[in-house]
């Protein structure tokens, strides 16, 4: 919260709890995913990049895929125009979500090669730049796990130095993982991503 709105809180109180009322009640019939959208564009529209970025982020998380940002973007361009658009995308590709890089933006998911099977160590693997992904595998003789190295809570990339043991932490606000169900233990309420895999002539392969 900003210092003015602050200053607002607190010389009138209630005429702004009744402007936050207002705010949480409205679009109640829209769900989550749609509420993210306009909050994306509305913050593109403005231009402020601060706000931009932070609801980018809590539209993913919302579930809102790269493909639908682009394609709310474009159609708001009768309101944006491309000048603002292109804005969005300079800052967009700035914050370097994997997700919205060129080779990750395809319509049909694919499969890619990950590591050789014998490679494989029972428990947990990092895989450094696979087709553009940093991976963690969890491995053992009954199943195999890949995982995105994406923390869910605002997209903050988790090297292999978060890993201890079967837990893995999130450098920038602590939300911590259980390395074996992708599941969050601490903070948050919101597991890793995992990949569909699978080990085919020698090799593990994921797909995405």
Known sequence: MSDALKYLMQIRP???ESYFSFVKKSGVHLDEKTKAIIS???KVD????KGFKQ???RALNAGVSPDEIIDALFAAFPSLGLSKIVWAIDVLLGMDIPAFQLENMQSTPQWHNVIEELRLKSGVSFVKDCDGRDLFIYHNDKNTNVYDNICPHQSTAISELGLDGLVLTCHLHK???DIKTGKCREKGDKSLKVFES???NGFLFALW
């Open 40 to 42: 994306v564009i509305t």
């Open 175 to 177: 939300w911590s993982f």
């Open 55 to 57: 609801y980018l982020k």
């Open 14 to 16: 209630e005429a702004m």
């Open 198 to 200: 699978k080990l085919e």
């Open 46 to 49: 403005k231009q402020t990049e």
